[in-house]
């Protein structure tokens, strides 16, 4: 059976055979369902205050 992931940014799942891993020198591997959250990702943003992702929408209560 293969592994179902979610993104590590906006929390949605990733089908497999699709998205990115990336993987930081001290081992921890982040996966990520497209560029859009690779992106945002990397200039440090935090998911919990960007309103289009899971844990965005439970922060302003609409979830």
């Known amino acids: 059976m293969v ?3 979610n993104c590590s940014f906006c ?5 497999p055979g699709t998205g990115k891993m990336f993987v930081r020198r001290d081992g ?3 996966y990520f369902c497209s560029t859009k959250c ?8 935090a ?3 960007v309103p289009w ?3 965005g929408r439970k922060a302003m ?3």
Do not use: M, P, S, W
């Open 47 to 49: 998911a919990r205050r």
């Open 53 to 55: 992702t899971q844990a």
């Open 3 to 5: 592994e179902q992931r």
């Open 28 to 30: 921890t591997v982040y």
């Open 38 to 45: 690779q992106n945002n990702f990397r200039l440090g943003r």
């Open 11 to 15: 929390g949605d799942a990733i089908e």
């Open 61 to 63: 209560g609409k979830e």
